[in-house]
């Protein structure tokens, strides 16, 4: 099983072997866009421009009733499963127009929609969880940034810079207030690939001032992108962001160096990815249940 630094760069790869789709969706009147996960992040990058209101799979009913004018929809489903096709129903069935953003033209939610109304693009195959080549497909499509840049960017700027990271025991991400966004997909990723073993935050600099080093501790190191930290922790390391970085390259620099600490540390998603891929099977089928949804939602995983 690959690290996530190593899957960055596949990732990089893939996209660079093909035309990536234009992002081009204008639309009249109010859009909804219904995601889970980081996904729904990924939806406020391509959708920054437009005002558009964002749900998950357990809000979006809740978020129907309150905005009765919404006229246009977009679900972003890297595998076109699970929650996708439900949410494409409620939205067809509402008389509202769909697009359905999506690595899986032969998925369940891509049936239900017109060959027009399904955007792809293309994704490896990669461990649970990871998501990296699905929703950096849908990113460069939307900034029309150049993988093969990134890459480049990463083995000669970043890649040598990586110190022995094996001391610490937490990291603080700073990321420029462009980049806020993001923000919470590195939170994700480190309560993907280390649980409670090791702490990941991950700020602005604007919203670091608001007491968010109270308590210092040598065990964490402070590591800022794009630009030099001079007032924040005792330890820290400065990775470069190519010149004019997109949200594609964020993304894929602070994947590559997550990947970096995950690669310096025991492997415990490894050893444990397998069985929770299993387990999570199991709980998909089991949440199924209405009992189990929200009054006036769906159940969080349902389709």
């Not at 330890?235 to 602070?254: E, H, K, Q, W």
Request: glycine content about 6%; charged content about 20%; hydrophobic content about 40%.
């Amino acid at each position: 099983m690959l690290d996530l630094n190593e899957v960055v760069l596949e990732a990089l790869d893939l996209h660079s072997s093909y035309d990536l789709p234009t992002l081009d969706l204008p639309s009249e009147g109010k859009r909804i866009v219904i995601a889970s996960g980081n996904a729904l992040p990924t939806g406020r990058i391509i959708y920054a421009d437009e005002d558009a209101i964002f749900a998950n799979e357990s809000q979006y009913l809740r978020v129907l009733e309150k905005y009765p004018d919404i006229l246009n929809a977009t679900v972003i489903s890297a595998s076109g499963g699970k929650h996708a096709p439900a949410a494409v129903r409620d939205m067809l069935q509402r008389g509202i127009k769909t697009t359905l953003l999506t690595c899986n033209r032969e998925s369940q939610a891509a049936g239900l929609l017109p060959s027009e109304a399904v955007i792809v693009t293309r994704a490896r195959v990669e461990p649970i969880t990871y998501n990296t080549s699905t929703y950096l497909g849908m990113i460069l499509a939307k900034t029309g940034e150049k993988p093969s840049t990134i890459k480049d960017h990463i083995l000669s700027n970043v890649q040598s810079l990586i110190p022995d990271l094996s001391t610490y025991k937490a990291f603080f991400l700073l990321v420029h207030s462009k980049f806020e966004i993001e923000r919470e997909m590195f939170v994700t990723k480190f309560d993907e690939l280390f649980g409670g073993r090791l702490l990941g935050r991950c700020y602005t600099p604007e919203q670091t001032l608001h007491a968010k080093t109270v308590v210092p501790w040598e065990h964490e190191l402070f590591i800022s992108f794009g630009f030099e930290n001079e007032y924040f922790g005792d330890d820290r390391l400065t990775i470069p962001l190519p010149p004019d970085a997109n949200f594609g390259a964020m993304l894929s620099v602070g994947y590559y160096v997550i990947g970096r600490i995950q690669a310096q540390f025991p492997a415990w998603f490894k050893a444990n990815a397998a069985a929770y891929e299993l387990l999570q099977s199991q709980l998909f089928e089991r949440f199924r249940e209405p009992n189990l949804g929200q009054t006036g939602s769906r159940s969080f995983t349902e389709g």
